[in-house]
Nanobody, 123 residues
Framework: QVQLVESGGGLVQAGGSLRLSCAAS????????MAWFRQAPGKEREFVAA????????YVADSVKGRFTISRDTAKNTVYLQMNSLKPEDTAVYYC????????????????WGQGTQVTVSS
């Protein structure tokens, strides 16, 4: 069983930065993909970024490219999302997700999810 726990959310002013963490436990593999999604009230869950657990390949959504960076610390079994130049439209609950072989970047392609952490960006 895979467990994912997010942390690091909070309230920040526009233009500021936050770093989210996702700690993984259970039988994840070095070949797995770890991803971040976000969901604002009344909106669909949106892909943000993903990385392979071990190889270090990264994928970032166009909406956050140049501002957000996904990284990992395999020794700590932790994936990070560094968020810079935050905008009010980045306000959402951010979720960590994992899957052995996702078929795409939609939320339906990931089997394991964390509980979410709230990010609020004020103008």
């Amino acid at each position: 069983q895979v467990q994912l726990v997010e942390s690091g959310g909070g309230l920040v002013q526009a233009g500021g930065s936050l770093r989210l963490s996702c700690a993984a436990s259970g039988r994840t593999s070095r070949t797995w993909y770890m991803a971040w999604f976000r969901q604002a009230p009344g909106k669909e869950r949106e892909f943000v970024a993903a990385a392979t657990w071990s190889a270090g390949s990264t994928y970032v959504a166009d909406s956050v490219k140049g501002r957000f960076t996904i990284s990992r610390d395999t020794a700590k079994n932790t994936v990070y999302l560094q968020m810079n130049s935050l905008k009010p439209e980045d306000t959402a609950v951010y979720y960590c997700a994992a899957d052995s072989n996702p078929t795409g970047w939609g939320s339906e392609s990931f089997d394991y999810w964390g509980q979410g952490t709230q990010v609020t960006v004020s103008s």
